[in-house]
């Protein structure tokens, strides 16, 4: 499986699609220059292709396991690892104070997209250590700072995230897991916790577990969450670990994919915690990290789309099949004009989905870098769009690359499964698409639409200034985007929430299509040898009218919806 | 995993959908009388309910297995195969001469669509005997379907299709497999074969091949293939297994799913075969097993949408999460309305595509009964939509399954997961869903649009009908038979093959969803208490608006994908 990391396709997106320069203007990330950023890509892109690339599939065949309660992983995945840590790439974007390198958002970003595609059962490790060590930033006390920050940051110790339990899933609030305070400033958690991604590892000396528990005289629901950081070895005074923690790994999932990523149940008989932030506001804390990890799942799925691609396009090079129907053909299956329609689609949806992806993250270091409402309100608005729609690409991607490799896509050594077996969890973890959707609707239209009419605003304007140089792609781009105002107007108008749920999914991906075809349009804009613009030609005519059937389906309501009673639906 | 076969809908789309009383009002279905048909529902669905559907999971945790070159088959599966056999079901459509029923096509696919659904590994095999069937009814001689058909019609012994080798897939003209007269009427037959479904199992006293070859003489491409059957062991004068033919199981296939059905590479060396059919004239016969096996695997897909739609169904009624945000609610999370929205989704897309695999066999039916050319134009039309909208559902359907499931969707235990991965391959395997749609596009329309105009008239005539009654719905499915009328009428004026292929796909998935709102309207017309009405609506509203876009990718033409270079593609 040859992995080439995309560095130009990285440049040029950071320089023409997301103004990585706008970001990097700015006092905070200042030292985030072109030469500096340059550099990252191509030694990160050089360990994706070297040394993670091969992990992949070992990963699948040899799953991570349970013996005698220790987890043991799957081959390769130990020096792996360290060649992560040891490369300084688990947290890039962390406070230099700490060790980190105070990179923008944006080029990590970039890093997780490229380790993604490489290996994703592997990176969803340090993706998790990134959520903990951005929650213990904003919100943990200068004491746990100081001990678990620097491990965290340099991959020594790996980190976690414990909100889900059996009946406590979507809805996170119904959650039981118990905490009670030891009276010394740490407190005794007791609970069980499922789906923990990397619950253990046996390459690091210490593995650190963000828990969500309640306090005895909480409030039902999310307002009565605390967080605690529970550690699998308890610090001791030079801040190595220390005695066990009263913690363990029951069980590891038998998933359809992801093997070699050790998926816990995780067992806590009151085990030592320390609260971050305040107590009962475990939510906040929480969703400084589930943001994060948001759009880190939404690069998932971009990255594993780019990988499945180039999966496809290597065979598609190679195959010989049937007479070619073009003059000057290559004599290889590229040469049909359906294998060519996947192709094309297949990159051009990543490409989109890569966009999405960091606009999303350059909003974030706006936000991060000015405090500015806007940023955080775009920053706010796109999250549940990178995150479902950079998933939902990874597996329409992965399953076409599985089409066209014919019956070779079904026979596992191929490599073409595995990546839809892979990346299909990513459509359900960290908040299931359905529930982005629902953020997206909700939340994120309750300023009035402010934040969606900005982007469309912006959209529109870049249709108008390309209109000159290529009318047939900003036209259609301005009408979608005028469309999709008046779902979005429809949208806000409903005050029945069930109207806005009803239609969520196929609304945020009618703006995920018209985000997409604004990406495309700049990227043919500023293209200098024409393919890129070749590209936007295919998508905005083949794939952007896509918008208007989700659009239909957005604005239809939720009346038909509740009028299937469930007898309805009896087989 | 329960399953309950869907006895009424079958009844509801043969009395108001399909048509079966025009089948059975012909001489030769003049015995499939309402009593007959439903008694074979009734008793087919008590066996795919209570002896497959128990098979699905242990197939899948226990694949076949080859042992010192002797395929052992998963546990249960011989005593299922036994059942199947024994109740008759291997081939009820058969020839009443060679023990078969002589039911219409159209019986057939209705159960062949519970046995997919209960147990798809399993199904495969008396779906490939089917074929083969099919294939000596029609092409055999007299002694070859004398000695054969009894057996296999009974499902003492089973039928396999030997087509693919490792550089003959899609274009099996390529093949180079050789046949070679042994001057005493048999063959000598010498190649190797893959992904051969079923090559060989451990519950049958034989395995029948049927096998493309090339005589000595033979002209290149598909005009020098002869068609070969080649026994496991050759009959003895009894017509009883005799001495063990020169052929053997290689290796069996590490597949992303379908585990219970052994996947063989086979190898003939010098093994004795018999003609079938002319020399040379071997991809006639091919096509007749071909476009009988199509529609079966468009029935696989429909099946599993079912099994998978069965499964998301009782979990959704099981599962509480989160607060009803409705009134008299179930207190489960059917009562949310993006739930809810999926749940219809997938059970008005199982609808539609089981009606256009209904409506295929009843257009078999209505040409093997007639003779007429319409009928037979009207089958061949629809059998590539058949067979890649089945499956395209049958994937889109348990993909969605998963996704209902939240983070259950993606472990093992559950059984969601399983419905994608076995079902993956019927877009693939027959004849993949890009080379369908090249065939939808280039020989089905060679007619000049005569097939596919006469469905539209169809369509558009059921729509004025409705127009009284059912005006919003009417409407809109009329408007999108003329847009699909439009496009039609350029598919036909496009001399040069590429544009047509340049749209292939899209052009097949918008005509599957105009047939779909067809069914769907049809129904509406002909209910009784109000929920197919329902199903309609939702199903016309939010989802036939998806066959603009399609058709706006479908008229696109080549030229851009073709302005597309290979270079434009690297990564």
């Not at 200068?142 to 920050?149: C, E, F, S, T």
């Not at 706010?380 to 995150?387: G, H, N, Q």
Request: with cysteine; charged share 20%.
């Amino acid at each position: 499986m040859p992995y080439r990391a995309p560095v130009e396709d990285f440049q040029f997106l950071f320089d023409h699609v997301v103004g990585l320069d706008r970001v990097t203007a700015t006092d905070r990330f200042a030292e985030a220059t072109p030469d500096v950023t340059s550099a990252i890509l191509t030694e990160a892109g050089k360990l994706c292709e070297e040394v993670l690339a091969p992990l992949q599939r070992p990963g699948d065949l040899h799953p991570a396991k349970l013996e005698n309660g220790v987890v043991r992983t799957s081959p390769g995945f130990a020096e792996g690892y360290k060649a992560i840590a040891e490369g300084g790439w688990v947290a890039i974007a962390a406070d230099p104070e700490h060790g980190g390198m105070g990179l923008p958002m944006t080029v990590t970003t970039a890093v997780n997209d490229m380790m993604s595609a490489a290996c994703l059962s592997l990176q969803l490790s340090p993706l998790m250590t990134q959520g903990q060590i951005e929650a213990l930033e904003h919100h943990a006390s200068d004491d746990l700072k100081a001990i678990y920050l620097p491990k965290l940051v340099s991959g020594e110790w790996t980190g976690t995230m414990n909100l889900t339990e059996a009946q406590a899933g979507s809805d996170v609030g119904a959650l039981s897991t118990k905490a009670v305070s030891n009276d010394d400033g740490t407190y005794a958690i007791t609970g069980q916790k499922i789906y923990i991604s990397w619950g253990d590892n046996d390459f690091t000396p210490n593995v650190c577990h963000l828990v969500l528990a309640r306090l005895p005289d909480a409030k039902p629901g999310t307002k009565g969450i605390s967080l605690f950081l529970v550690p699998k070895f308890i610090p001791d005074e030079t801040g190595e670990p220390g005695r066990a923690n009263d913690l363990k790994v029951v069980s590891l999932e038998h998933k359809m994919g992801l093997h070699g990523s050790p998926t816990a149940v995780m067992q806590y008989d009151g085990a030592t915690g320390w609260l971050v932030g305040e107590e009962h506001d475990g939510m906040r804390a929480m969703f400084t990290m589930m943001n994060n990890a948001r759009l880190g799942v939404g690069t998932q799925g971009v990255g594993v789309a780019d990988g499945a691609y180039q999966h496809a396009l290597a065979y598609a090079k190679d195959r010989k099949q049937g007479r070619s129907t073009i003059q000057n053909g290559t004599g290889t299956i590229i040469d049909h004009a359906n294998v060519r329609r996947m192709l094309a689609t297949m990159k051009a949806e990543t490409f989109a989905a890569r966009a999405i992806a960091l606009t999303c993250a350059a909003a974030i270091d706006m936000e991060t870098a000015t405090a500015a409402p806007d940023w955080a309100a775009r920053a706010a608005f796109l999250t549940p769009i990178a995150k479902a729609f950079g998933t939902y690409t990874g597996i329409s991607v992965a399953n076409m690359g599985i089409q066209l490799h014919g019956g070779m896509g079904f026979i596992e050594e191929t490599g073409a499964a595995q990546y839809l077996r892979d990346v299909r969890v990513t459509a359900i973890y960290e908040g299931t698409n359905g529930i982005q959707a629902m953020d997206l609707v909700g939340r994120k239209l309750m300023d009035g639409g402010e934040a969606a009419y900005a982007l469309l605003d912006e959209i529109e304007s870049t249709a108008e200034a390309a209109r000159a140089e290529h009318p047939e792609l900003a036209e259609p781009v301005w009408q979608a985007t005028e469309s999709l105002r008046e779902a979005t107007e429809w949208m806000v108008a409903q005050n029945d929430m069930n109207n806005r749920f009803a239609g969520a999914v196929p609304f945020l991906r009618a703006f995920a299509r018209v985000l997409g075809g604004h990406a495309h349009l700049l990227a043919a804009m500023h293209d200098t040898d024409g393919s890129r613009a070749r590209l936007a030609r295919f998508y905005i005519t083949r794939i952007l009218p896509e918008a208007q059937a989700h659009i239909a389906h957005a604005t239809a309501g939720a009346d038909d919806l509740y009028a299937l009673a469930p007898e309805d639906f009896a087989a």
